[in-house]
């Protein structure tokens, strides 16, 4: 099983000023990797896969980096409804066995 | 666009079976090229995918749960099923169904909203 590690598991920042939230494959997983946010009582929400490509609809202060086992997803100009916590998702199996990060909370400062 | 919800009892005993159904709106479960899947969040694993199906019959189940997991479809009623045999505390979670929708193959773009399953006595 790939094991996916989310660091910080708390970050806090202000509004307005930028955050880098980074996730760690216990192997490679190219670039099969995807971010979601959850806030408090919803379901998650797709933000990027492919480890930089974002969803629909997603605003572009949302941008993901990296590929095998480092990556990274910053979100600047952070707003009020970005406070939230963000997973990591790796995709990498064949047969598929999809694994998520244990999540990084983003609060407010 | 497809929209999932989630159905089924709130508490189940240990040891016994835990069924859900996702009721699938919005769109057929048999068109486009899509998988369903079923993930559940617990405070002590997080997310943890439990397997996924397709229309042609076609699953995938995560190796951890596979002993205990049965998946199925009724395309007849837009449905997919959820059976986790011989439940213990440790599958108390929030069960959401999920689907990957157009242009997000493995990933899950479309969520229903979740629902809560106690396993106590």
């Known amino acids: 099983e790939i094991v996916m590690t989310q660091s910080p598991a708390t970050l806090s920042v202000s509004p307005g000023e930028s955050a880098t939230l980074s996730c760690r494959a216990s192997?490679?997983?190219?670039?099969?990797l995807a971010w979601y946010q959850q806030q408090p009582g919803q379901a998650p929400r797709l933000l990027i896969y492919?480890?930089?490509t974002r969803a629909t609809g997603i605003p572009a202060r949302f941008s993901g980096s990296g590929s095998g086992t480092e990556f990274i997803l910053t979100i600047s100009s952070l707003q009020s409804e970005d406070f939230a916590v963000y997973y990591c998702?790796?995709?990498?199996?064949?047969?598929?066995?999809?694994?998520f990060g244990q999540g990084t909370k983003l609060e407010i400062k | 666009q497809v929209q999932l919800q989630e159905s089924g009892p709130g508490l189940v005993k240990p040891s016994q079976p835990l069924s859900l159904t996702c009721t699938v709106s919005?769109?057929?479960?048999?068109?486009?090229?899509?998988?369903w899947s079923w993930i559940r969040q617990s405070a002590g694993k997080g997310l943890e995918w439990i397997g996924r199906?397709?229309?042609?019959?076609?699953?995938n189940y995560n190796p951890s749960l596979k002993s205990r997991v049965t998946m199925s479809v009724d395309m007849s009623k837009n449905q997919f099923s959820l059976n986790l045999i011989s439940v213990t505390a440790a599958d108390t979670a929030v069960y959401y169904c999920?689907?990957?929708?157009?242009?997000?193959?493995?990933?899950?773009?479309?969520w229903g909203q979740g629902t809560m399953v106690t396993v106590s006595s």
């Open positions: 999920a689907t990957e929708g157009d242009g997000y193959p493995d990933t899950f773009n479309i």
């Open positions: 492919g480890a930089s």
């Open positions: 192997q490679s997983v190219n670039s099969n």
């Open positions: 199906i397709y229309t042609s019959g076609s699953i």
């Open positions: 919005g769109g057929s479960i048999n068109s486009g090229s899509f998988y």
């Open positions: 998702q790796q995709y990498n199996n064949w047969p598929p066995m999809y694994t």
